[in-house]
């Protein structure tokens, strides 16, 4: 037989062999972004598909199906997956209802989402430790978080709503309506009763991560210079109204606290991204 022909078929054997074993192509091998987590609640059915980031962050890297249960009463839908933020970040998004959130405190420490020699250093690790910053993410200052001059800090200010800030492209810092969406779809309420006990961690707290949103007591600092509440409380800036600094509170009680204020200049808080 040609020399030629036998090539070939030897390697469609290879390529057969391949998709038998179920080896990943080998431009995406070994890429940890490809890995599907499990998720950490009841899984009714799930599927995975490979497809490539977009632009605006609309598209994920690797997607999975699956299905929590609210309350015990019912099944929702939802899905996880990956989008790249930077070179080498690459952050986990959970989708559902309508709404897609990045599924962890933000980390950056730039404006500049595409370098990795940023000097901005925006934002602090709790107790300055990097490992709580891998962890539970950045604390940023209201100014940083919403990309506003530093006097923000300490006077009221106008902004964007859906500011953009230190988010990867096409997400926004959390707004309160967007805090608000989620315990509509939650509750059926406008109050913030039990929303944070679905949407909190089941591993570091007492809730049910619901959607895999995955809340962690990151604690946060407040304005005596102070790191305070680390596995107990976290603080979320969630801009209201276009010119007040806001916040949503979470501590080991069933409810969450929104507050509106001026905070004092050094209060700092985490990130939630949103898809605009």
């Known amino acids: 037989m040609d020399a030629k022909y ?7 054997l290879l390529f057969v062999a391949c998709i038998d074993e179920g080896v990943a192509p080998r431009d995406i091998r070994g890429d940890k972004r490809y890995d599907i987590p499990e998720s ?28 929590s249960s609210l309350g015990s009463s019912s099944s929702q839908q939802y899905t996880v997956g990956y989008i790249a933020h930077s070179i080498d970040a690459h952050y986990k998004f959970t989708s559902f209802m309508g709404f897609t959130w990045i599924a962890k405190n933000e980390a950056s420490d730039c404006y500049d989402y595409w370098r990795s020699d940023c000097a901005d250093s925006l934002g602090v690790c709790y107790d300055i430790d990097e490992e709580n910053c891998a962890q539970y993410g950045r604390l940023y200052t209201w100014a940083e978080a919403m990309h506003l001059p530093d006097s923000c800090n300490y006077t009221q200010c106008e902004y964007s709503e859906k500011q953009r800030s230190v988010c990867t492209a096409g997400y926004h810092v959390a707004t309160y309506q967007d805090w608000q969406n989620l315990d509509f779809v939650l509750e059926n309420s406008w109050d913030f009763e039990k929303m944070s006990y679905y949407l909190k961690s089941s591993e570091e707290w007492n809730g049910e991560n619901l959607y895999e949103f995955n809340i962690l007591p990151g604690g946060y600092y407040q304005d ?31 409810a969450a606290t929104f507050v509106t204020e001026t905070p004092p200049e050094n209060t ?9």
């Open 6 to 12: 036998i090539l070939i078929a030897a390697c469609a």
């Open 224 to 254: 005596d210079a102070e790191f305070v509440g680390l596995g107990e409380k976290t603080r979320f800036w969630a801009p209201y109204d276009g010119s007040l600094s806001s916040f949503i509170s979470f501590d080991s009680s069933d």
């Open 268 to 276: 700092r808080a985490y990130i939630r991204c949103v898809h605009d």
């Open 40 to 67: 950490s609640s009841s899984v009714a059915s799930s599927s995975s598909e490979i497809s490539s980031s977009s632009a605006d962050g609309s598209l994920s890297s690797a997607e999975e199906t699956s299905s």
